[in-house]
């Protein structure tokens, strides 16, 4: 079976600070991959999407980057972080191994707050 | 662009109660649809999702939702509801494409009420 981890699970990081969340995916080849953002109250910002390593799609432009060093592995960056990038931070893949390239399935989340 | 609305930001019931959250996606020549469910601090989990075929869906939990063209809405029913569903719910949908992007509803938080 399929399985998404995210770390860290929490983060506190001062203005200014360089930020890097890690996802993996196990048990799946060559899946797509996705980064959201979840502000407090609001819905689902899709932030970037990969189909490939080294393929990265942005969909927001701002001051945060995406990496795809590996197959199944997603890295979320940033050089300085900002007061406006606390959040809740989700990582999803979707792939034929589920029988279907439509869903995605999400990990447990990044909560990120910058002070 | 494909859009996902849903209805209600806050639908609040009591325990036992049958619910119902709304949901409308734009039209388009192929749509597969899905609802989403979100406890709070954790990711979202899949409850269930129209591909093809039947237009009633079960899910997990006792979820169902149909799939209803001509409305182009895919409304989402529980017949009881317990306490433990409290949570946030998405519809999304997806039209096919290479990069297989879903567009999310903005939520509706079910609050259920002993």
């Known amino acids: 079976s399929q399985t998404i981890h995210q770390w860290p699970a929490t983060l506190v990081q001062p203005v200014g600070s360089p930020l890097s969340l890690e996802c993996t995916v196990e048990?799946?080849?060559?899946?797509?991959l996705y980064w959201y953002r979840q502000a407090a109250g609001r819905g689902l910002q899709l932030l970037f999407y990969?189909?490939?390593?080294?393929?990265i799609s942005s969909e927001v432009p701002q001051n945060l980057s995406a990496s795809r060093p590996q197959d199944r592995q997603f890295i979320l960056s940033s050089k300085k972080l900002l007061l406006s990038d606390s959040g809740f931070y989700l990582c999803?893949?979707?792939?034929?191994?589920?029988?279907?390239?439509?869903?995605?399935?999400f990990g447990p989340g990044t909560r990120l707050t910058v002070l | 662009a494909q859009s996902v609305t849903q209805l209600d930001s806050q639908v609040p019931v009591f325990e036992e109660a049958p619910v119902e959250l709304r949901c409308n996606y734009s039209?388009?020549?192929?749509?597969?649809l899905f609802w989403y469910v979100q406890y709070p601090n954790q990711g979202l989990q899949l409850l269930l999702k129209?591909?093809?075929?039947?237009?009633l869906v079960k899910g997990i939990n006792g979820f169902e939702a149909e799939f209803n063209k001509s409305q182009t809405s895919f409304h989402l029913r529980k017949p009881s509801v317990h306490i433990s569903d409290t949570a946030e719910y998405f519809c999304?949908?997806?039209?096919?494409?290479?990069?297989?992007?879903?567009?999310f509803g903005k939520g509706t938080l079910l609050t259920v009420n002993p």
């Open positions: 129209y591909l093809s075929g039947s237009t």
């Open positions: 999304a949908s997806n039209s096919g494409g290479s990069n297989y992007k879903l567009t």
């Open positions: 039209s388009s020549v192929s749509v597969y």
């Open positions: 048990g799946t080849s060559n899946p797509n």
């Open positions: 999803a893949w979707s792939g034929y191994a589920t029988g279907g390239p439509f869903e995605q399935f």
């Open positions: 990969s189909v490939g390593i080294g393929q």
